[in-house]
């Protein structure tokens, strides 16, 4: 059995939002549509302040909110641990998206574009119209995942089944993999580092981890 999960080093992540261009060239989300974001935080009192930034996106929870308010089961979440959406049986009615407490679910009922009423060659050409009128989020690149499967292939150590935004981080920043798994890349640095989940309070158990210097 495998648990996909991914770490984030706050102690490196600058910013630049590489991340969140990735994301949407791989999975060509429409205007408007960010599936992964970059919080740009301040802290501390002046004169000793401190700016942090924190990649958000769906938290690929093992307790998912949003599974549960789901009246045609669209969501559901797999073993490895990726939650999904069905967009054949999703019936767009944002429940999920008012129980996310992640903020991390969008829907558009209508195709958006750059400029004005009709989409540029590069929208035309990747347009999906699955996208339109349910719900959408980040699927942990999950065509890739699925291809390790196929291939033998290892998520977080072989980039073509890694998800996009991993790959794209020039910093470092970004790690996925196995977490059941004790000696992947995401078991050792849970293992060597003080990390914490966002709202773990709520019991949603993310499959998202940050590593932080409290200091």
């Known amino acids: 059995m495998k648990r996909y999960a991914m770490v984030i080093d706050l102690r490196r992540c600058v910013g630049c939002q590489t991340c969140t261009a990735a994301c949407k060239s791989a999975n060509a989300t429409p205007t408007g549509v960010q599936w992964r974001r970059v919080l740009d935080l301040e802290s501390g009192e002046f004169p000793d302040v401190r700016r942090s930034f ?51 679910r969008s829907i558009i009922h209508q195709p958006q574009y750059a400029y ?18 349910v719900a959408t989020k980040c699927t942990f690149c999950k065509d890739r995942i699925d291809l390790a499967e196929r291939t033998g292939q290892i998520p977080g150590r072989d980039p073509e089944v890694t998800p996009a935004c991993v790959n794209s981080c020039i910093s470092g920043a970004m790690h996925f993999g196995d977490i059941l798994d004790s000696d992947s890349n ?10 914490f ?15 932080l210097d409290r200091r």
């Open 54 to 104: 924190v990649p958000v996106a769906c938290m690929h929870c093992a307790n998912p909110p949003c599974e549960e308010v789901c009246p045609t089961t669209a969501t559901k979440k797999r073993a490895d641990g990726l939650v999904t959406i069905d967009y054949d049986i999703c019936i767009g009615c944002a429940n999920c998206i008012m129980a996310c407490p992640y903020d991390a």
């Open 116 to 133: 004005g009423d009709q989409p540029i060659a590069s929208e035309a050409a990747r347009m999906d119209s699955q996208h339109i009128g």
């Open 186 to 195: 995401v078991s050792r640095l849970l293992a060597e580092n003080e990390s």
């Open 197 to 211: 989940r966002m709202h773990e309070e709520l019991g949603t158990a993310p499959a998202v981890h940050y590593i």
